[in-house]
């Protein structure tokens, strides 16, 4: 009877540390969905998917991906209903970062992300060994330039193909104010416009595109950028007036995060803060791209061959 006893009193011991270690939080507490927003390009794609992967994977995060343009994104992120954005080219966006970041503090500047970033002018450089005039904008002044490039689009003035319309870009204000006789058509997509290109590079025919590095179009055919004059800071500042007349500036890449993550969780804002890699690094996943890996596949590729790199970004 005595030893019955005894048993009895070790189950309720049991049971009564069990409750006790429940009530105390024994478990570990749930983690929150952390939302990263993507923007439309292929690297923008590859930061999110090897961020998401990692904080996945490697620090238990539910992660959810979102589709935003360029604009959009501020207000999501100062309203908390994203975290982060991983790819922003701040010669775009220098009001917005003055207004969320700088101001009103409800957007964080996330560092840099590493690449450097450049928007130009391109044309096939076939074009330039026909005509060297064309590796400068003085050689797409006049009716006779224009009228090699013009399309049915545009009638008898030249065609400048341009990205989608939420890509931030001055080139009607550039091309107005060099006074040259060009319209320009923007592309419905990425997809569109490098669609676009390749069509017109494959047939040998005359186009002058804006486009961006890196990227991994460079590696497929052969471009020489248009030379502009330069950037300046003094130009840029005309650009709610309309006066921009010279070439994009070089971007240091940079991310952006909701003020409110800090709350959310101090470990995936450390995370993201700490995320950081090169422009080869980027170029390399985007060379995967072309070997029939999806951008899931190329992250992984990253980081199954890069640990030491992402190791150091985690908390």
């Known amino acids: 009877m005595l030893k019955k006893s005894r048993i009895i009193v070790l189950v309720l011991l049991t049971i009564a540390i069990t409750a006790i270690l429940a009530a105390c939080g024994g478990g570990e507490k749930e983690k929150p969905t952390i939302t990263l927003i993507e923007n439309s390009w292929p690297s923008s794609e590859l930061n999110v998917a090897v961020a998401a992967n990692l904080l996945e994977n490697e620090m238990g995060f539910p992660v959810e991906v979102i589709s935003l343009d360029e604009s959009a994104q501020w207000d999501a992120l100062a309203a908390g209903d994203a975290d982060a954005s991983l790819e922003i080219w701040p010669s775009g966006h220098g009001e917005r970062i003055a207004q969320y970041i700088d101001e009103q503090h409800v957007v964080e500047n996330g560092g840099e992300l590493g690449p450097i970033g450049l928007i ?7 074009m330039v060994e026909e005509d060297p005039a064309l590796a400068t904008w003085e050689g797409y002044l006049g009716a006779d330039a224009a009228a090699k490039f013009s399309t049915a689009e545009t009638g008898d003035s030249g065609t400048f193909f341009a990205g989608p319309a939420g890509w931030t870009q001055y080139d009607q204000q550039i091309i107005d104010n060099l006074g040259m006789d060009f319209k320009v058509i923007n592309a419905a997509s990425e997809d569109a416009l490098l669609a676009q290109v390749t069509a017109s590079y494959e047939r040998k025919e005359p186009i ?56 959310k ?31 899931k596949e190329s992250a992984q590729k990253w980081i199954d061959d890069n640990e030491s790199v992402w190791k150091a970004w985690l908390p």
């Not at 470990?267 to 951008?295: H, S």
């Open 120 to 126: 130009a002018w391109y044309v096939p450089t076939y």
């Open 208 to 263: 002058l595109f804006y486009f961006y590095e890196p990227h991994v179009l460079f590696t497929r055919i052969d471009l020489t950028q248009v030379e502009l004059p330069p950037y300046s800071e003094e130009c840029y500042a005309k650009a709610d007036a309309g006066g921009v007349d010279c070439a994009y500036p070089g971007d240091v890449l940079m991310k952006i995060i909701s003020a409110k993550l800090e709350e």
């Open 265 to 295: 969780s101090p470990e995936a804002r450390t995370f993201l803060k700490n995320f950081n890699y090169t422009t080869a690094d980027q170029t390399t996943m985007l060379g995967y791209l072309d070997q029939d890996m999806d951008v």
